[in-house]
T-cell receptor, first 114, second 112 residues
Framework: DGGITQSPKYLFRKEGQNVTLSCEQN?????MYWYRQDPGQGLRLIYY???????QKGDIAEGYSVSREKKESFPLTVTSAQKNPTAFYLC?????????????FGSGTRLTVV | GQQLNQSPQSMFIQEGEDVSMNCTSS?????WLWYKQDPGEGPVLLIA?????ELTSNGRLTAQFGITRKDSFLNISASIPSDVGIYFC????????????FGTGTRLQVFP
């Protein structure tokens, strides 16, 4: 079955460490996205990519980095520069034509700083 | 960044009751989407609306694309315990791409 897989489900990070969240899709979607979710604030866009080897900053890109070396994969690195990284992170993908079909989301990664 | 405003923020209802929630924007949208997020999971698309005035149903759910194109409404009839979750509206930030902005969410609790 086609879908989008995020791993790990839960991640613990020490202060000052970088961590990488995995996102893989087998839907043959061109566009991929990373969102951060905090209670009461909805989903905020971190980075997005519409094509391999190209990505754009979203509203809250500071302290994060991404790569898009393959169509199927869009990993997110949370760097030590991100001051408050504890949150629920969601990856999504879409066909990205000039009509909105909506996203397919992964099941999320909950990151906690300890 | 820009966000869509949803109301109410949260609802606590009895099983069997009907539910109404809405989403408003300061700018015009050409598409409205409604998602549901179960606890600890990613959102799942419920209904997509593409035309002003459009009314679309999906089982017990009915959504409407507001005439002004600046709002949308979601109704759930005869709620059941599995309706519990967060409901998000969403719309395209940019007419030429699929990049979406999301509402702040309405958290629904259903008591038996």
């Amino acid at each position: 079955d086609g879908g989008i897989t995020q791993s790990p489900k839960y991640l613990f990070r020490k202060e000052g460490q970088n961590v990488t969240l995995s996102c893989e899709q087998n839907l043959n979607h061109d566009a991929m996205y990373w969102y951060r979710q905090d209670p009461g604030q909805g989903l905020r866009l971190i980075y997005y990519s519409q094509i391999v080897n190209d990505f754009q900053k979203g509203d809250i890109a500071e302290g994060y980095s991404v790569s898009r070396e393959k169509k199927e994969s869009f990993p997110l690195t949370v760097t030590s520069a991100q001051k408050n990284p504890t949150a629920f992170y969601l990856c999504a993908s879409s066909i990205d034509e000039r009509r909105t079909y909506g996203y397919t989301f992964g099941s999320g990664t909950r990151l906690t700083v300890v | 960044g820009q966000q869509l405003n949803q109301s109410p923020q949260s609802m606590f209802i009895q099983e069997g009751e009907d539910v109404s929630m809405n989403c408003t924007s300061s700018s015009i949208f050409n598409t409205w989407l409604w998602y549901k997020q179960d606890p600890g999971e990613g959102p799942v698309l419920l209904i997509a609306l593409y035309k002003a005035g459009e009314l679309t149903s999906n089982g017990r759910l009915t959504a409407q694309f507001g005439i002004t194109r600046k709002d949308s409404f979601l109704n759930i009839s005869a709620s059941i315990p599995s309706d519990v979750g967060i409901y998000f509206c969403a719309g395209p930030l940019d007419y030429n791409t699929d990049k979406l902005i999301f509402g702040t969410g309405t958290r629904l609790q259903v008591f038996p």
